[in-house]
């Protein structure tokens, strides 16, 4: 079920919708115009809730009211926005998220929202109408492909009520691109949530088709036996216990055709299902590992907004997918494989899988002659061990590139934190009969993760991105729903934009 969303000019106390959404900053309670009215209108039944402490402005206090007839809407959802200089777009998603969840639970079918009232001194309406439009894709996201009963409860119709000084263009446009993101975002999450015995490589392709089918991007599935010409040893070495093919999946939006070096490569890691291989993982820690292609999951729904947004730059989406099991054919600890440029890798633990696939993906990059790489992954555990959830890791090796995505990642309320990457921890990964080795001891996991994939850089810009922590959340907060996040999705796509020239 999709929420419509529209732009409309007038006064939001009499639209015609199921529930209105008003925003009220901290120590405004009073003196706010639009709470004065809607106190006129309710025989001053507002101010009694107010004095009784009962409607306030903290962050994410909601008050609903019934109207019974006062104003044109049946209820009022209050919205408490906090401290007026500290209004930012990424708190406004969180709270249009909470708010609108709020008022689908009250079985509100139609809501609008006052977007004049949630405008603070750092936010314009035009940034209220692309925000609430992004939440009502995000914050009203559920995943009910499984269900036999899909619930009831929906809002069919978002109605953004602003203020006369916008034109219809100006908003529109920030309407469309709100979606557009907020569809990018629910695209990954889609691929994430979605089963493992369903979401094989192949399904991934055929979501990647899917999408270029809509965009105009041009794609191309490269098969294992393509695979074998091209080298990618590394890749096919991983998907050597699985019965499921494995598929090399590229796609293309051109949109600096005449200027090649105008370029950039997005890798997303691709394991559809994670076992370890014969390095066989726990029964909890192979719970969630339907969800180790979330990074080619961000990719693929990235590539969405980008061909929608389209930025003077071309942009390769690339996802090495495959599963990583331990059947017969596995790959054992101790063998050894080569990348697509010639590199010799020991296997010296199965379950390190995600930089094998991704070596060989940034090898094919540099094949293509694209000078900035940016990976995302679900790479490591030790990732969650050393930042927690509350941010993306970043590691790069030209640090001029690496602020760009760390900035790109901060516009859209992604955060990322560096994570060095000293030549001095190479030799962590030294293999005693190949040039290296998978693995490099317990000792910072994900640093040594990130700099296997970045040693086939060469001297390509180069960052990667482990969002193992973030990629997957058990709470329902804010922007977020329980289950796959749909993390780095916003900072690819906002990424394209900063190096649209
Ligand atoms: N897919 C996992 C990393 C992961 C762990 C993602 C937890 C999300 C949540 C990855 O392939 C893996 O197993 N990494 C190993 C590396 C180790 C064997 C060097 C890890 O992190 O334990
Ligand atoms: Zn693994
Ligand atoms: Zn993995």
Partial sequence: MTTDVRVSFGDSLRSASDCLLIGVF????????????????????LEVII???????????????????????????????????LISRSLLRDIFSSALRRARGACSGSVSIAANSFVGPQIT??????CAAESSQTGLYRYERFKSVPSTKNIKLLDLV????????????AMSRGISVGNSVNI???????????????????????????TGAHIEIIEREEMAKLGMGALIGVSQGSTEPPKFIVLRYEGDQNNPDNSIALLGKGITFDSGGLDLKSASGMRTMKGDMAGGAAVIGAMKAISDIRPTLNVVGIVPATENMPGGGAQRPGD??????????????????????LADAVCYARSLGITKIVDVATLTGAVRAALGQQCIGAFGNDSSFTEKVIAAGSEVGERIWELPTYDEYANQYDSDIADIKNTGGAAAGAIIGAMIIGRFAGDASWVHLDIAATSLTNVTKGDRVKGATGSGVRTLISLCELLSS
Avoid: W, Y
Avoid at 206 to 213: D, I, K, T
């Fill in 26 to 45: 901290d120590g405004e309670e009073d003196m706010n115009e639009l709470l004065q009215a809607c106190n006129r209108s309710l025989n001053n039944g």
């Fill in 51 to 85: 004095k009784a402490g009962e409607l306030s402005g903290n962050t994410s206090n909601f008050t609903l009211l019934h109207t019974f007839g006062g104003v044109t809407p049946d209820r009022l959802l209050f919205c408490g926005l906090g401290d007026k200089e």
């Fill in 125 to 130: 309406e035009n940034d209220v109408v692309e």
């Fill in 162 to 173: 602003v203020s006369g000084s916008a034109t219809e263009k100006t908003m529109n446009d």
């Fill in 188 to 214: 990954a999450r889609d691929l994430a949530n979605a089963p493992p015995n369903f979401m094989t490589p192949t399904e991934l392709s055929n979501a990647a088709s899917g999408v270029a089918r809509e």
């Fill in 336 to 357: 050894v494989v080569s990348t697509m440029d010639g590199t010799t890798l020991e296997i010296d633990n199965t379950d390190a899988e995600g930089r094998l696939v």
